[in-house]
């Protein structure tokens, strides 16, 4: 995993030719890419995130915060464990355009968390995202409710280390098995996307769109096989590949149809395929 800060530092210490055609045919244009940069983002104690919203939420709504599973502040869930509901006060350092902190935003709620084929963890806070928006001019970054395209220019940006990687998708890997835990679907980055410890829980945002397509969560170190810190790919027919240094993310698309009015989360929702507990 692309480790929350303190785990990485302790293993750190431990670890044909033809004719022309007379006229040209038209070139598509290529859709420009917005502006990418740390609004919204923000830094936990050890791990990075970002302040989510649905394509159906309202600004009144509960302002969510997206990070990873293992970035739970009561420890990694286990294989197979779902959590919904859970109590928490834990907070967030809210990061402006330029990477500055201008807020501190609490949670009041584990609304859902899990490493199982996903690894994911999201916060609902005390405030909403018109009162975020009102206080510090800051919107939240919207979650797509699409597949991500192999491709695809994206930017990790970490608001822990202030830092943002830029890189395409790669591919998508079947099934990403690190350790006891196991990933469906997930993002494989190529190599210009060199994540370390403190990004995990970083938005992967598509250039074109702005949106969210995937949390960062993981990668390669040592070339081991399918350990901890060491994941490795396997295909439809059970064949593995290691890929030492290549890092990858959880896709987000499948979120958005498990939460309903007032961000409430509906596990039961007929097209929600989340892991349920």
Request: charged share 15%; net charge negative; glycine share 10%.
């Amino acid at each position: 995993m692309n480790k929350p800060l303190v785990a990485a530092l302790a293993s750190l210490a431990i670890t044909g030719i033809g004719t022309a055609p007379a006229v040209a045919a038209p070139q598509a244009k290529a859709a420009a890419a917005v502006t990418v940069n740390f609004a919204g983002t923000v830094s936990l104690s050890n791990c990075s995130g970002s302040v989510i919203r649905f394509p159906n939420s309202a600004d009144t709504d509960p302002a969510l915060v997206l990070t990873n599973g293992h970035c739970l502040e009561t420890g990694f869930p286990d294989p197979g464990e779902v959590i919904t509901g859970q109590s928490s006060s834990r907070t967030f350092g809210l990061l402006n355009s330029s990477g500055t902190r201008v807020a501190t935003l609490r949670a009041n709620q584990v609304v859902y968390s899990t490493m199982t084929d996903t690894d994911v963890t999201i916060y609902r806070t005390t405030t909403t995202y018109a009162a975020i928006k009102s206080s510090y001019g800051i919107s939240p970054l919207t979650v797509s409710a699409t597949h991500p395209v192999a491709g695809t220019a994206i930017k990790v940006v970490s608001g822990y280390w202030k830092t943002i990687y830029s890189c395409n998708i790669d591919g998508f890997v079947y099934r990403l098995k690190e350790g006891d835990w196991t990933w469906k679907d997930s993002v494989r980055y190529t190599s210009a996307c060199d994540t370390i410890g403190g990004t995990s829980g970083s938005p992967v945002i598509d250039t074109t769109t702005g949106q969210v397509v995937a949390v960062n969560n993981t990668g390669n170190e040592d070339g081991e096989r399918c350990t901890v810190d060491n994941p490795c790919e396997v295909d439809e027919s059970g064949n593995v590949t290691v890929r030492q240094g290549i890092n990858y993310a959880e896709e987000t698309y499948n979120i958005p149809a498990c939460f309903t009015t007032g961000n409430v989360l509906n596990l039961g929702a007929s097209a929600c395929t989340l892991p349920k507990p």
